[in-house]
Nanobody, 128 residues
C-alpha cells in the first residue's frame, strides 16, 4: 500500500520561497503520477501541479505558473514542489497525491476525487 508524507511547509514572507517534498513508502513512485493540491480555509481543494511517472510531462494551475516547479527523483522515491515568489493567497494546506495512471496528468491536473492515494498535508502560510 502506497503511503505519502509531505514535508517542508512553514511560515514565509511574501516574495519568499519554500520547497515541499512528498516522500513515498510501501511502493516505488515509478508507477505513479503525482499531483500537488492545496486547500485554503473555507475553500475546496484545488490542483496545483502534477507530474507523470517518468517526469516527462508536468502541468500547472494558472495561478502558480512561472512561480512553482514540480520535479521528482524516483531513485529517492520523492517528489518536490519548489515554490517561489509566494503570495498570501498561496496560504493553504498542501497535499501530495498519487495515481497509477498518467492520464490524470496528461493535459491538466485532474480533480482531487480522481486521485487514489493522499498524504496528510503540510501547512504553508505566507504572511508578513
Amino acid at each position: 500500500q502506497l503511503q505519502l508524507v509531505e514535508a517542508g511547509g512553514g511560515l514565509v514572507q511574501p516574495g519568499g520561497s519554500l520547497r515541499l517534498s512528498c516522500a513515498a513508502s510501501g511502493s516505488t513512485l515509478d508507477y505513479y503520477a503525482i499531483g500537488w493540491f492545496r486547500q485554503a480555509p473555507g475553500k475546496e481543494r484545488e490542483g496545483v501541479s502534477c507530474i507523470t511517472n517518468s517526469g516527462v510531462r508536468t502541468n500547472y494551475a494558472d495561478s502558480v505558473k512561472g512561480r512553482f516547479t514540480i520535479s521528482r527523483d524516483n531513485a529517492k522515491n520523492q517528489v518536490y514542489l519548489q515554490m517561489n515568489s509566494l503570495k498570501p493567497e498561496d496560504t493553504a494546506v498542501y497535499y501530495c497525491a498519487a495515481e497509477s495512471s498518467n492520464y490524470y496528468c496528461s493535459t491538466y491536473v485532474s480533480p482531487p476525487k480522481l486521485w487514489d492515494y493522499w498524504g496528510q498535508g503540510t501547512q504553508v502560510t505566507v504572511s508578513s
